[in-house]
Each structure stands twice: as structure tokens, then as C-alpha cells.
């Protein structure tokens, strides 16, 4: 079992910053690979980025260049560095952790954090 706490999220101006944490439970961190998605109202849930196990990333088109993800497997920690904030990347951001074994799959969700991007 993986417990996922985000916080890190606020009312910001456009072009600003924020930078969401997301802190894992348990020594096993480093096993999976973490990710952070957004859900605004009305909209399904969407990928913002991902951090495997090994490092590598992968954002979407929408968030690239702005937004860098990291990991601190130390910390039991993930990481969402977010630059030159616009208006629709207004939502709530949710931390995910998932692992594979045997081709069987294993998620955790965070409850989640507002991030409100406004003047």
C-alpha cells in the first residue's frame, strides 16, 4: 500500500510559478513510476507528465517547456516545477504512483491539490 500526499497548489497570476509536491508513504518508493495529472471541471483526467523509475520523462505537448517533473527517491518524493502558468492549466492536480509485476498493474492516487490560475 502507497499513501500519496500533494500540496504545493495555490491561486497564482498568469506567468507566474508554483511547484507541487507529492510525498510518498513506504520504503519502496523508488519501485514505481510517478506521475502527475489534471482534471478540470467538467474534463476527464489528463496526463501532465511522468517520471519512471529510471528517470526518464515524458510531458504533454501542452505542458512542455513550461513544466519539469523530479523525483527525490531520498525524500519519497515527487516533484511538478510549474512556469509561465496560463489560465487552462487551471485544475486539480493528482499524483500517481504505478508499478508493473507479472504484467499486473498497480496505481495509487493522491487526493489531489487546486491550482487556480487567474488575474
Known amino acids: 500500500q502507497v499513501q500519496l500526499v500533494e500540496s504545493g497548489g495555490g491561486l497564482v497570476q498568469p506567468g507566474g510559478s508554483l511547484r507541487l509536491s507529492c510525498a510518498a508513504s513506504g520504503n519502496i518508493f523508488s519501485l514505481y513510476d510517478m506521475g502527475w495529472y489534471r482534471q478540470a471541471p467538467g474534463k476527464q483526467r489528463d496526463l501532465v507528465a511522468t517520471v519512471t523509475r529510471a528517470g526518464s520523462t515524458n510531458y504533454a505537448d501542452s505542458v512542455k517547456g513550461r513544466f519539469t517533473i523530479s523525483r527525490d527517491n531520498a525524500r519519497n518524493t515527487v516533484y511538478l516545477q510549474m512556469n509561465s502558468l496560463k489560465p487552462e492549466d487551471t485544475a486539480v492536480y493528482y499524483c500517481?504512483?504505478?508499478?508493473?509485476?507479472?504484467?499486473?498493474?498497480?496505481?495509487?492516487w493522491g487526493q489531489g491539490t487546486q491550482v487556480t490560475v487567474s488575474s
Open positions: 500517481n504512483a504505478r508499478r508493473v509485476v507479472n504484467y499486473a498493474a498497480t496505481g495509487y
